[in-house]
Every structure is written in C-alpha cells, then in structure tokens.
C-alpha cells in the first residue's frame, strides 16, 4: 500500500508563490513517474503536470506552462509544484499521484493511469 501525502497549499495574493510537496511511503518511487492534478470548486479534477522516474522529463498543462515547476528528490521520496505568478484561477485541490506501472510516461492525463492519490491540499489565490 501507498500513502502520498501532500503538503503546502495555503491563502496566497494574485501574483505570488507556493510550493507544494508530495511525500510517499509504503514503496520507493525512484521507478514511477508521479504527477499532480488539480480540482477547482464545480469542476473535474484536470492534470497540471507530470515528472518521470528520473526527472528528465517533465509534462505541463497549458494552463500552468511557464509558472509550475515540477521536481522530485527521489532521496526523499517526495515530489514538489513550485507555483509561481498564482492566479485567482488556480484556486483548487492539488493531489498528487503516482503511476501504475513502473516507467510510464503514455497518457499523462489519464486518471486511469495512476495507482494511489494523496488526499489534496487546499490552495487559494485572492485576486
């Protein structure tokens, strides 16, 4: 079994940062990609972005291109969201998760595609 554990949302203004941190116990992660999505209130829960075993490789939503970092500390076990220039539309539930199958990349987006989510964290941007 798995347990990810996110950490760092919080009240932010238009314009500022967060960085969001995923912690996983219960299996090593140096062998998944691992992502995090994201649900805004009255809407589906939508992929914000993505980071392989290795970190070579990082995917993004449109949405978030340009102002999200995705990186991961496999030492650590734990994946971050470095969230730069927030908008009040990035106000949502951030949930990691990680992939099903060791060394995956195929349909990021999928929810299908993951084994385990955390259970979110809350963050809110005042406009």
């Known amino acids: 079994q798995v347990q990810l554990v996110e950490s760092g949302g919080g009240l932010v203004q238009a314009g500022g940062s967060l960085r969001l941190s995923c912690v996983a116990s219960g299996r090593t992660i140096t062998d998944y990609a691992l992502a995090w999505f994201r649900q805004a209130p009255g809407k589906e829960r939508e992929f914000a972005a993505l980071?392989?075993?290795?970190?070579?490789?990082?995917l993004y939503a449109d949405s978030v291109k340009g102002r999200f970092t995705i990186s991961r500390d496999n030492a650590k076990n734990t994946i971050y969201l470095q969230m730069n220039s927030l908008k009040p539309e990035d106000t949502a539930v951030y949930y990691c998760?990680?992939?099903?199958?060791?060394?995956?990349?195929?349909?990021?987006?999928?929810?299908?595609?993951?084994?385990?989510w955390g259970q979110g964290t809350q963050v809110t941007v005042s406009s």
């Open positions: 998760a990680i992939r099903s199958g060791v060394f995956t990349l195929n349909q990021p987006s999928a929810e299908s595609k993951y084994a385990y």
């Open positions: 980071i392989s075993w290795s970190g070579a490789t990082t």
